[in-house]
Protein backbone atom coordinates (compact mmCIF):
# COMPACT_ATOMS: atom_id res chain seq x y z
CA UNK A 1 0.00 0.00 0.00
CA UNK A 2 0.91 3.70 -0.55
CA UNK A 3 2.18 5.84 1.46
CA UNK A 4 -0.47 7.45 4.45
CA UNK A 5 0.94 10.68 3.56
CA UNK A 6 -1.17 11.12 0.40
CA UNK A 7 -4.03 13.23 0.42
CA UNK A 8 -7.72 12.89 -1.13
CA UNK A 9 -7.89 16.13 -2.92
CA UNK A 10 -11.51 17.22 -4.30
CA UNK A 11 -9.92 16.14 -7.83
CA UNK A 12 -9.45 12.89 -7.07
CA UNK A 13 -12.70 12.41 -5.52
CA UNK A 14 -14.05 13.93 -8.47
CA UNK A 15 -12.60 11.77 -10.71
CA UNK A 16 -13.90 9.00 -8.29
CA UNK A 17 -17.45 9.27 -9.16
CA UNK A 18 -16.69 9.76 -12.85
CA UNK A 19 -15.51 5.99 -12.24
CA UNK A 20 -18.29 5.13 -10.15
CA UNK A 21 -20.95 6.47 -12.90
CA UNK A 22 -19.16 4.41 -15.87
CA UNK A 23 -19.38 1.62 -13.52
CA UNK A 24 -23.05 2.40 -13.63
CA UNK A 25 -23.13 2.25 -16.92
CA UNK A 26 -21.31 -0.95 -17.36
CA UNK A 27 -24.31 -2.62 -15.46
CA UNK A 28 -22.86 -2.52 -11.74
CA UNK A 29 -26.21 -2.12 -9.85
CA UNK A 30 -25.00 -3.04 -5.68
CA UNK A 31 -25.40 -0.04 -3.69
CA UNK A 32 -23.04 -1.50 -0.91
CA UNK A 33 -20.28 -1.94 -3.59
CA UNK A 34 -20.65 1.39 -5.49
CA UNK A 35 -20.71 3.51 -2.32
CA UNK A 36 -17.35 1.62 -1.12
CA UNK A 37 -15.23 2.05 -4.22
CA UNK A 38 -16.72 5.87 -4.24
CA UNK A 39 -15.16 5.95 -0.57
CA UNK A 40 -12.20 4.36 -0.99
CA UNK A 41 -9.01 6.46 -2.61
CA UNK A 42 -7.64 4.37 -5.02
CA UNK A 43 -4.76 6.53 -6.11
CA UNK A 44 -3.58 5.38 -2.21
CA UNK A 45 -2.72 2.36 -3.88
CA UNK A 46 -0.02 3.20 -6.76
CA UNK A 47 2.99 4.56 -6.47
CA UNK A 48 3.31 8.39 -6.71
CA UNK A 49 4.47 8.17 -9.92
CA UNK A 50 1.70 6.41 -11.84
CA UNK A 51 -1.29 8.84 -10.03
CA UNK A 52 -2.89 9.87 -13.37
CA UNK A 53 -3.93 6.16 -14.01
CA UNK A 54 -5.25 5.69 -10.47
CA UNK A 55 -9.01 6.23 -11.87
CA UNK A 56 -9.11 4.61 -14.92
CA UNK A 57 -10.55 1.75 -15.45
CA UNK A 58 -8.08 -0.16 -15.94
CA UNK A 59 -5.76 -2.82 -14.44
CA UNK A 60 -1.86 -1.50 -13.55
CA UNK A 61 0.57 -3.43 -12.87
CA UNK A 62 2.16 -3.01 -9.17
CA UNK A 63 5.18 -5.36 -9.02
CA UNK A 64 5.88 -9.11 -9.13
CA UNK A 65 4.07 -9.80 -12.51
CA UNK A 66 1.17 -8.62 -10.38
CA UNK A 67 -1.79 -6.22 -11.43
CA UNK A 68 -4.59 -4.11 -9.25
CA UNK A 69 -7.57 -5.00 -10.67
CA UNK A 70 -9.41 -3.50 -12.95
CA UNK A 71 -12.02 -1.07 -11.35
CA UNK A 72 -14.97 -2.70 -13.21
CA UNK A 73 -13.83 -6.61 -12.15
CA UNK A 74 -13.40 -5.24 -8.47
CA UNK A 75 -16.90 -3.97 -8.58
CA UNK A 76 -17.91 -7.54 -10.76
CA UNK A 77 -16.36 -9.74 -7.93
CA UNK A 78 -17.62 -7.77 -5.23
CA UNK A 79 -21.03 -7.86 -6.82
CA UNK A 80 -21.42 -11.50 -7.44
CA UNK A 81 -19.98 -12.12 -3.88
CA UNK A 82 -23.32 -10.08 -1.94
CA UNK A 83 -21.76 -9.48 0.93
CA UNK A 84 -22.85 -8.59 4.30
CA UNK A 85 -21.91 -6.64 7.42
CA UNK A 86 -20.24 -9.08 9.38
CA UNK A 87 -19.46 -11.51 7.36
CA UNK A 88 -16.23 -13.52 7.29
CA UNK A 89 -14.30 -12.81 3.95
CA UNK A 90 -11.33 -14.75 2.88
CA UNK A 91 -9.28 -13.50 -0.31
CA UNK A 92 -7.08 -15.39 -1.85
CA UNK A 93 -4.66 -12.57 -3.40
CA UNK A 94 -4.24 -9.47 -1.52
CA UNK A 95 -2.07 -7.78 -4.48
CA UNK A 96 -2.31 -4.17 -3.43
CA UNK A 97 -4.62 -4.43 -0.48
CA UNK A 98 -7.54 -2.52 -2.90
CA UNK A 99 -9.85 -5.64 -3.02
CA UNK A 100 -9.51 -6.37 0.66
CA UNK A 101 -10.08 -2.47 1.81
CA UNK A 102 -13.41 -2.65 -1.03
CA UNK A 103 -14.92 -5.55 1.28
CA UNK A 104 -13.71 -3.93 4.28
CA UNK A 105 -15.56 -0.68 3.55
CA UNK A 106 -18.52 -2.93 2.57
CA UNK A 107 -18.04 -4.11 6.64
CA UNK A 108 -16.65 -7.10 6.29
CA UNK A 109 -13.80 -9.30 8.59
CA UNK A 110 -11.53 -9.66 5.88
CA UNK A 111 -8.75 -12.53 5.97
CA UNK A 112 -6.54 -12.04 3.21
CA UNK A 113 -3.52 -14.46 1.71
CA UNK A 114 -0.82 -13.08 -0.12
CA UNK A 115 1.94 -15.46 -2.07
CA UNK A 116 4.28 -13.34 -3.87
CA UNK A 117 6.48 -12.09 -0.92
CA UNK A 118 7.51 -8.91 -2.81
CA UNK A 119 3.57 -7.31 -2.22
CA UNK A 120 3.49 -9.60 1.11
CA UNK A 121 6.48 -7.45 2.83
CA UNK A 122 5.57 -4.25 1.33
CA UNK A 123 1.79 -4.91 2.91
CA UNK A 124 3.53 -5.43 6.20
CA UNK A 125 5.57 -2.74 6.16
CA UNK A 126 4.21 -0.03 4.72
CA UNK A 127 1.02 1.95 7.54
CA UNK A 128 -2.05 1.47 5.33
CA UNK A 129 -3.49 4.48 4.31
CA UNK A 130 -7.08 3.16 5.76
CA UNK A 131 -7.87 2.05 9.04
CA UNK A 132 -9.60 -1.32 8.37
CA UNK A 133 -8.88 -4.71 10.46
CA UNK A 134 -7.96 -6.42 7.60
CA UNK A 135 -6.11 -9.53 8.63
CA UNK A 136 -2.92 -10.21 6.34
CA UNK A 137 -0.90 -14.04 5.94
CA UNK A 138 1.83 -15.21 3.83
CA UNK A 139 1.08 -18.81 1.91
CA UNK A 140 -0.39 -20.45 -0.10
CA UNK A 141 -3.85 -19.44 -1.73
CA UNK A 142 -4.83 -22.90 -2.73
CA UNK A 143 -5.11 -24.19 1.39
CA UNK A 144 -7.00 -21.33 2.12
CA UNK A 145 -7.07 -20.49 6.27
CA UNK A 146 -8.41 -23.37 7.90
CA UNK A 147 -7.45 -22.60 11.23
CA UNK A 148 -9.78 -19.27 10.57
CA UNK A 149 -12.63 -21.19 8.67
CA UNK A 150 -15.56 -21.29 8.11
CA UNK A 151 -16.27 -18.12 5.95
CA UNK A 152 -18.96 -16.72 4.60
CA UNK A 153 -18.26 -16.23 1.51
CA UNK A 154 -14.11 -16.46 -0.67
CA UNK A 155 -12.93 -14.28 -3.27
CA UNK A 156 -9.77 -15.59 -5.65
CA UNK A 157 -8.25 -12.56 -7.07
CA UNK A 158 -6.01 -14.47 -9.44
CA UNK A 159 -6.83 -17.02 -12.35
CA UNK A 160 -7.01 -20.57 -11.05
CA UNK A 161 -7.02 -23.61 -13.10
CA UNK A 162 -9.98 -24.79 -10.79
CA UNK A 163 -11.23 -24.66 -7.67
CA UNK A 164 -9.69 -25.71 -4.83
CA UNK A 165 -11.49 -28.36 -2.63
CA UNK A 166 -9.74 -26.88 0.67
CA UNK A 167 -11.21 -23.35 -0.14
CA UNK A 168 -15.09 -25.18 -0.75
CA UNK A 169 -14.12 -27.04 2.45
CA UNK A 170 -14.07 -23.54 4.14
CA UNK A 171 -16.75 -22.39 3.18
CA UNK A 172 -20.22 -22.40 5.17
CA UNK A 173 -23.05 -23.66 3.62
CA UNK A 174 -25.14 -21.40 2.17
CA UNK A 175 -21.35 -19.48 1.22
CA UNK A 176 -20.85 -17.90 -1.74
CA UNK A 177 -16.90 -18.80 -3.73
CA UNK A 178 -16.07 -16.47 -6.41
CA UNK A 179 -13.12 -17.09 -9.18
CA UNK A 180 -12.29 -16.76 -12.10
CA UNK A 181 -11.39 -20.03 -13.63
CA UNK A 182 -9.22 -21.14 -16.52
CA UNK A 183 -5.81 -22.55 -17.44
CA UNK A 184 -5.73 -20.14 -20.82
CA UNK A 185 -5.24 -16.53 -21.23
CA UNK A 186 -9.40 -16.00 -20.75
CA UNK A 187 -10.71 -17.05 -17.22
CA UNK A 188 -14.64 -17.91 -16.84
CA UNK A 189 -15.79 -15.82 -13.77
CA UNK A 190 -17.34 -18.51 -11.74
CA UNK A 191 -19.82 -18.44 -8.58
CA UNK A 192 -19.95 -21.79 -6.49
CA UNK A 193 -22.24 -21.86 -3.54
CA UNK A 194 -22.22 -24.65 -1.24
CA UNK A 195 -25.83 -26.12 -0.72
CA UNK A 196 -24.77 -28.54 1.34
CA UNK A 197 -21.62 -30.60 2.85
CA UNK A 198 -21.57 -32.71 -0.21
CA UNK A 199 -23.70 -30.67 -3.08
CA UNK A 200 -22.22 -27.06 -4.75
CA UNK A 201 -24.02 -25.22 -7.36
CA UNK A 202 -21.47 -23.24 -10.13
CA UNK A 203 -22.95 -20.60 -12.32
CA UNK A 204 -20.86 -18.66 -14.62
CA UNK A 205 -20.69 -14.98 -15.39
CA UNK A 206 -18.66 -14.06 -18.48
CA UNK A 207 -15.01 -13.83 -19.78
CA UNK A 208 -12.40 -11.78 -17.88
CA UNK A 209 -8.11 -11.49 -18.00
CA UNK A 210 -6.51 -12.22 -14.84
CA UNK A 211 -2.80 -13.17 -13.73
CA UNK A 212 -2.13 -16.80 -12.66
CA UNK A 213 -2.90 -17.95 -9.49
CA UNK A 214 0.13 -20.10 -8.34
CA UNK A 215 -0.34 -23.77 -8.31
CA UNK A 216 1.08 -25.20 -5.44
CA UNK A 217 -0.40 -29.53 -4.85
CA UNK A 218 -3.56 -28.64 -4.54
CA UNK A 219 -6.57 -30.70 -5.27
CA UNK A 220 -9.61 -29.69 -7.78
CA UNK A 221 -13.19 -30.51 -7.58
Known sequence: MASTLLT??????????????????KGITDENVLNAMNTIPRHYFFDSSFLEFAYEDKAFPIGSGQTISQPYTVAFQSELLQVEKGMRVLEVGTGSGY????LAE????VFTIERQKLLYDNLKSLNP?????????????YAGLPAFAPFDRILITAAAPFIPIALVAQLKIGGRLVAPVGKNDIQIM???????????????????????????KAQDL
Open 8 to 25: DTFRHKGLRKKLIDLLRT
Open 99 to 102: QASV
Open 106 to 109: MGAR
Open 129 to 141: PLSYRIRLFYGDG
Open 190 to 216: TLVTKLSETEIKTETFGTFRFVPMLTD
